[in-house]
């Protein structure tokens, strides 16, 4: 699968703040936020569901991947979605080992997996 998906009981904004507390503890910051729901219907579009975009970034991760391979810029920031299905949130990222295997290259997907599982943690810690 080329993602990491899990549910929680927390409304939108909550789980959008657990998370980001939970970003802290890993030296990971929110660049962006961005409201899906909002920009549409600022837009003129009927779009209810509560959905938010974070890019997420850690510095230090960020310089050894792109020092590593340039490429990987490609895929940088991270990126978090937290989103309602129908009455449940849902927190969930596509995994960085999926997007890097694009790249095939051995010394970047060990830098990936790693960003990962310190991701994962950071959602799972949040729910």
Same mark, same amino acid.
């Given at each position: 699968? #080329? ?7 927390? *409304? ?6 657990? %998370?980001?507390?939970?970003? &802290?503890?890993? $030296? #990971? ?5 961005? /409201? !899906? &729901?909002?920009?549409? $219907?600022?837009?003129?579009?009927? #779009? ?5 975009? %974070?890019?997420?970034?850690? +510095?230090?991760?960020? $310089? *050894?991947?792109?020092?590593?391979? $340039?490429?990987?810029?490609? #895929?940088? +920031? ?7 299905? /129908?009455?449940?949130? &849902? !927190?969930?990222? +596509? ?10 290259? /051995? ?5 990936? &997996?790693? !960003?990962?599982? *310190?991701? !994962? ?7």
């Amino acid at each position: 699968m #080329f993602d990491y998906t899990v549910s929680t009981n927390e *409304r939108v904004e909550d789980a959008v703040n657990n %998370l980001e507390n939970s970003l &802290k503890e890993e $030296q #990971f910051g929110v660049l962006w936020s961005f /409201d !899906i &729901k909002d920009k549409l $219907q600022e837009k003129g579009l009927d #779009f209810k569901k509560e959905y938010r975009v %974070l890019e997420v970034c850690n +510095p230090e991760e960020a $310089q *050894r991947v792109i020092t590593e391979n $340039q490429m990987t810029g490609y #895929f940088l +920031p991270c990126k978090i979605v937290v989103y309602d299905d /129908d009455g449940t949130t &849902k !927190i969930g990222m +596509p995994k960085p080992t999926a997007l890097i295997n694009m790249i095939n290259d /051995d010394a970047v997907h060990a830098l990936a &997996k790693d !960003i990962e599982e *310190r991701l !994962i943690t950071c959602i799972d810690r949040s729910v």
